[in-house]
């Protein structure tokens, strides 16, 4: 468990260091937008496949990346005028939990936003539309923009794109700024090979996590379970054989856990399309709900520790159906009635 609850904890702190490293805004490898802690990276085309930064970004968006220090001080997002073309920026804290609000979804105007730490009590300065605030110090921001693939579409994104900026507050004039991220600068990158970069080291993880957890306070009711795990991380540092546990204990759940996650895929069956979360429901012990074309959708669970898949197939109906079904050997109880999903009961 604290393993599967740190892990985006110590993969966010090392992203963030890694883009620490580049000197200003530009690109990593020539593919990847990348930028130094308080600043966004932009891209003015498609993200190149041989990226390695994250598993399977988006192919019809342009993208921005870029991490935040809000311990340090503010930065403002600008948002330039879209008109009527898709965008979101997705902003989320060191928990990878978003905190902001801003793209065509929520109907965000054009303006000025300003990103705060949880201790920030500044003055907000003018022409600033909202503040949004961080319950971390490190936070992250991508902006995605969507672009059609055509000539016409790639040339005519290229204005909008320029004002997709982030940088601290002390840059603040209130004018929007611009940068021609064509002319971006490359910086050369260390990733490679088939899959992601593996942004975590399981052998020195619960090293790491004693100082992260010193950046990221408890959520309410975490604070006996950051009790424990400090009492079990200082134990660890004074006992040699506690420390190789821990060690042996997360090299195990980065091959059980976190590598299946990376495995997504999808299959065809009977004609339809569907999502596979076999991996990831044994994974996370989660229950999901696939939607499909047809009316239907499937609710799909599969047991921690098990191989065993279970699918429930819920058909939205003009009266209450029962239904049981049998499927890989166990039995599948629910129901479905009129305007809603309901999932009544389930065995394992």
């Known amino acids: 468990m604290a393993y599967l609850w740190g892990w985006p904890l110590g993969n966010n702190s090392n992203r963030r260091a890694a883009f620490a490293k580049v000197p200003e805004p530009g690109r990593l490898g020539g593919v990847l937008p990348a930028a130094p802690t308080g600043y966004v990276g932009m891209l003015y085309d498609y993200i190149d496949s041989s990226e390695r930064f994250v598993t399977c970004p988006n192919q019809d968006t342009v993208y921005g990346a870029g991490f935040m220090a809000l311990d340090k001080q503010p930065v403002v997002v600008q948002v330039p005028d879209f008109g009527e073309r898709f965008y979101t920026y997705q902003i989320v804290d060191h928990r990878t939990d978003s905190f902001a609000s801003i793209g065509k979804q929520y109907g965000t105007k054009p303006g000025m936003y300003l990103l705060v730490g949880p201790n920030w ?79 975590v080291n399981p052998e020195t993880f619960f090293d790491q996590l004693a100082e992260v957890m010193k950046e990221v306070p408890p959520l309410p009711g975490e604070e006996a379970f950051y ?36 495995q997504f895929h999808k299959q065809r069956q009977a004609g339809r399309q569907w999502l596979d979360f076999a991996t990831h429901c044994r994974a996370m012990g989660h229950g999901l709900f696939v939607p499909h074309g047809d009316g239907a959708v499937e609710h799909v669970r599969q047991r921690t520790r098990r191989d065993t898949l279970h699918l429930h197939r819920l058909r939205r109906a003009g009266s209450a159906v029962e239904w049981s079904e049998s499927l890989l050997g166990h039995i599948c109880q629910g129901t479905a009635s009129t305007g809603e999903w309901v999932l009544v009961d389930y065995r394992l």
């Open 121 to 199: 009590k500044g003055e907000v300065p003018a022409g600033i539309t909202a503040v949004f605030r961080s319950s971390t110090d490190l936070a992250a921001v991508f902006p995605r923009v969507f672009q059609d693939d055509t000539p016409e579409d790639k040339a005519a994104i290229q204005k909008v794109l320029t004002q997709v900026m982030v940088y601290p507050l002390s840059e603040y004039t209130g004018q929007m700024k611009s940068k021609d991220w064509k002319k971006a600068p490359s910086f050369p990158t260390t990733g490679s090979g088939s899959g992601e970069t593996k942004w």
């Open 227 to 262: 009790g424990t795990m400090q009492s079990v991380l200082a134990a660890a540092a004074k006992d040699p054989q506690i420390k190789a546990t821990l060690q042996q204990t997360a090299i195990a759940s980065e091959e059980e856990l976190i590598k299946p996650l990376f």
